[in-house]
């Protein structure tokens, strides 16, 4: 079965710093694998989606992952913080071992930005 | 293009009761989900529909809930009757396709507290 570790539910950084959150996947196929943004009492909105295409994907709002296959690892980094990048992030992977075509989400990783 | 719509944006019953959940996807969307996301975790699928018929299932709990797209549409999510441990926020999802690779775009949720 697939599934998604994020390592660390809390990260904080200040304004200006590198953004690192972490992302594992478990797979036995080649995964296709999505990061998420959730703002508060938003639904989620895609940062960026890893297809097979590349291995370092370029998203929305400055963010991009690198697909790392010998690592099963999929972070997503920002060179420089802003402070509304605080938001929740979640890593998704999605489900080939279902019927459907469902998400296998991480748990979360809540981003503070401190000035 | 408007997006996910989702009503009500909160909802408070007591246990037992019954609650309804609609949902209204992006025009043209023919794949529709419904995730269940728990406070402090990552969305879990509850069913996927393709137009107006089942793709999956398998994770939503059929001795109390259930879902319809009688016209392909929108959807409905029903409790019936609510525990306390449905509280959670009901996440309605929309793609264009059935594909492993579809972004999947969400709409605001649905935040239920069941007492």
């Known amino acids: 079965a697939q599934s998604v570790t994020q390592l660390g539910s809390h990260v904080s950084v200040s304004e200006g710093a590198l953004v690192l959150l972490r992302c594992n996947y478990s797979?036995?196929?080649?995964?296709?694998l999505f990061w998420y943004v959730q703002y508060p009492n938003q639904g989620l909105q895609l940062l960026l989606k890893?297809?097979?295409?590349?291995?370092l994907v370029k998203g929305i709002n400055g963010f991009e992952a690198e697909f790392k296959k010998s690592e099963t690892s999929f972070h997503l980094t920002k060179p420089s913080a802003h402070m509304s990048d605080a938001a929740e992030y979640f890593c998704?992977?999605?489900?080939?071992?279902?019927?459907?075509?469902?998400?296998?989400f991480g748990k979360g990783t809540t981003l503070s930005v401190s000035s | 293009e408007a997006g996910v719509a989702q009503s009500p944006r909160y909802k408070i019953i007591e246990k037992r009761q019954s609650v309804a959940f609609w949902c209204n996807p992006i025009?043209?969307?023919?794949?529709l989900y419904w995730y269940q996301q728990i406070l402090g975790q990552g969305p879990k699928l509850l069913i996927q529909?393709?137009?107006?018929?089942?793709?999956?299932d398998s994770q939503l709990p059929k001795d109390r809930f259930s879902a319809e797209r009688l016209k392909g549409v929108d959807s409905t999510l029903k409790i019936q009757p609510a525990k306390l441990e449905d509280s959670a926020v009901y996440l309605c999802?929309?793609?264009?396709?059935?594909?492993?690779?579809?972004?999947?775009?969400f709409g605001p949720g649905t935040r239920l507290l069941v007492l």
């Open positions: 529909f393709q137009n107006n018929g089942v793709v999956d």
């Open positions: 797979s036995s196929v080649p995964p296709y």
């Open positions: 025009s043209g969307h023919a794949t």
């Open positions: 890893y297809t097979s295409a590349a291995t």
């Open positions: 999802a929309s793609s264009s396709n059935t594909g492993q690779q579809e972004t999947q775009y």
């Open positions: 998704a992977v999605s489900d080939s071992g279902q019927a459907g075509t469902a998400l296998i």
